[in-house]
């Protein structure tokens, strides 16, 4: 519990902002945060939030991961492979070849650094167990 607070505030999430990203990932986090205990009230004291608007948050992220929303899903990918430990494992010659903005080479390095490509073999210099 401690580790998703120290996230929500490390990642400025309890910030009053309405740029799209933030707010699909606050809405991850009601739900995330509902999910562990926490009551509506409790959640929208992280969040300065009244619980009218936690309980809406959470019925958003329901709808969205029940239509399989790829732009939610894509704005809150982080977060879940963090805290839900999901594994998927991505082509990363193909993420390249479809890199076209600054935010997925974010998610490329993101996902490189977490061990999340298929097939990805470690280069000499770290297949010995040396580091450099």
């Known amino acids: 519990m401690e580790e998703i607070m120290q996230y929500i505030k490390d990642h400025k999430l309890d910030a009053r902002d309405r740029y799209r990203p933030l707010v699909y990932k606050r809405y ?4 995330l945060l509902r999910l562990q205990g926490m009551t509506y009230k409790q959640i929208g004291d992280i969040f300065d939030k009244d619980h009218v608007s936690i309980m809406h948050g ?3 992220h329901k709808m969205f991961t029940e ?12 977060e879940r492979l963090k805290f839900e ?7 990363l010659i ?10 997925m080479l974010k998610k ?24 450099m």
């Not at 193909?94 to 935010?103: A, G, L, Q, R, V």
């Not at 490329?108 to 580091?131: A, M, Q, S, V």
Request: aromatic residues 16%; contains cysteine; proline residues 7%.
């Open 108 to 131: 490329i390095k993101f996902r490189l650094k977490n061990n999340l490509y298929k097939n990805l073999p470690l280069p000499p210099h770290l297949d010995d167990g040396e580091e």
């Open 67 to 78: 239509m399989n929303d790829h732009i939610y899903y894509e704005c809150t990918e982080m």
């Open 28 to 31: 991850y986090f009601y739900n």
């Open 85 to 91: 430990q999901l594994s998927p494992q991505y082509d």
């Open 94 to 103: 193909e993420d390249i070849k479809n890199c076209y903005s600054f935010e």
């Open 58 to 60: 959470i019925k958003t």
